[in-house]
């Protein structure tokens, strides 16, 4: 096993090469292997087409431990007792200080592997992105399978406080070491997006899932349509599993005219769509898109779930309920009205608080520094002393 920082050897394990865990996953891999590090990627090879086999073609080079790709399930199914084996040859193949889980299904092949007495010695490491610890059809069993595997997990990296509290709330007391480290951006996401001409007054950017509360922005849009005040626009972007259930909602209020579904895009490409970004989720942990909009100077707004409030940090108040399409027609209403000059000045608080708190270097620092406890503790050897102690 490594003995120290620079020597590492990381194996990550997610299910969809796709959104925010994806992101997360090549964010931290880029880092750690610009550090010095060997890193390793395992992931599902049904999921994220194209744009993820790209993105993976590009990162490629840089894993020293290489990319795996086989089916994975979403859900629970026999099939996953045969990618647990292909996880636990890839461990003894490679060889890992770290397997690190990434999602419930990557947590459950990290930390499942744990339980045959041959693939003990890795470090098992765990970090939830909030999609078993929403209120969804099977909870009760993911909160069971995550009862059982705790007892192979040597730390909890958790990306905010929310799922952190979460974490402890549902699945209990653990041995795992516990640390936050929060998503973070690169520094050149730090700068306005340009807006394209003919911009929509709205534009919403994510998943199109239940979930997201998409049907609640359409209803507010709905609303202000009806109430007379102009006839703004909304530009969708994303792709997902209510995309129909949405365009008929769009046609069931006439508003085909004035909204419109562009798939997925980058997020940078995709501001340049709209000038307000709303979030209307009805769960989320710590979503990227809301700190990439803060980032790219847009105004924004979010509903106050999970640990979108840390993300706002001292704006926490203007964010609305979720679930609520009277809140999200005023506060889009208001958007509409907004003094130019005092949505700057908002909009330079936001940004100022993201570019001090979430940074892609920060996140790796503390992810580095868990692992390093965590290995400390798991070997009884003397905990390292925490950054700056003397």
């Known amino acids: 096993m490594a003995s120290s920082e620079t020597d590492l050897r990381i194996l990550h394990v997610l299910r969809a090469p796709v959104g925010g865990l994806f ?7 880029q880092e750690q292997a610009a550090r010095g590090h060997a890193v390793g990627l395992i992931a599902d090879s049904r999921t994220g087409g194209e744009t993820a086999a790209r993105q993976l073609a590009l990162i490629e080079p840089i894993l ?21 084996v292909r996880v636990g040859a890839a461990i003894g193949r490679l060889q890992p200080d770290v397997v690190h889980g990434h999602g419930s299904k990557g947590g459950f092949y990290a930390r499942a592997s744990g339980f045959l007495p041959t ?7 765990y970090t939830p992105h909030g999609g078993s610890f929403h209120q969804q059809p099977g909870h009760d069993l993911y909160m069971t399978v995550e009862r059982i595997v705790a007892s192979q997990t040597d730390l909890l990296l958790f990306e905010s406080d929310f799922i952190a509290g979460e974490y402890a709330r549902r699945v209990g007391p653990t041995r795992a070491l516990q640390c936050v480290a929060k998503n973070g951006l690169r520094p050149e996401e730090l700068a306005p997006a340009p807006e394209a001409p003919g911009a929509a ?5 994510g998943e199109l899932s ?14 202000i349509h009806r109430r007379g005040e102009g006839a703004p626009r909304l530009a969708v972007v994303g792709s997902g599993c209510e995309q129909e259930q949405l365009a008929a909602l769009v046609e069931r209020h006439n508003l085909n005219a004035h909204v419109a579904f562009y798939g997925a895009l980058p997020a940078r490409e995709a501001f340049a769509l709209g000038k307000v970004v709303v979030a209307p989720s009805r769960a989320e942990s710590l979503p990227y898109i809301v700190m990439e909009a803060i980032a790219a100077d847009k105004t924004i707004i979010a509903t106050d779930v999970g640990g979108v409030g840390e993300i706002f940090g001292p704006s926490r108040d203007r964010l609305i309920p979720r679930d609520d399409p009277v809140a999200l027609t005023e506060a889009m209403t208001v958007a509409l009205r907004e003094d130019p000059a005092q949505a700057a000045a908002e909009r330079a608080v936001l940004s100022r608080h993201v570019a001090a708190h979430f940074s892609v270097t920060a ?5 580095l520094a868990a692992y390093r406890r965590a290995l400390a503790r798991k070997t009884g050897a003397p905990e390292p002393a925490p950054e700056g102690a003397p």
């Open 119 to 125: 693939l003990r010695g890795p470090l098992r490491v």
């Open 23 to 29: 992101r997360h996953v090549l964010d931290l891999a």
């Open 363 to 367: 996140m790796t620092d503390s992810v």
């Open 201 to 205: 007054e709205f534009l919403y950017v």
């Open 64 to 84: 020293r431990l290489g990319a795996l790709r086989f089916p994975m399930r979403r859900k629970p199914h026999p099939s996953d007792l045969a990618g647990l």
């Open 210 to 223: 239940a979930y997201k509360g998409v049907d609640t922005l359409i209803e507010a849009l709905a609303a």
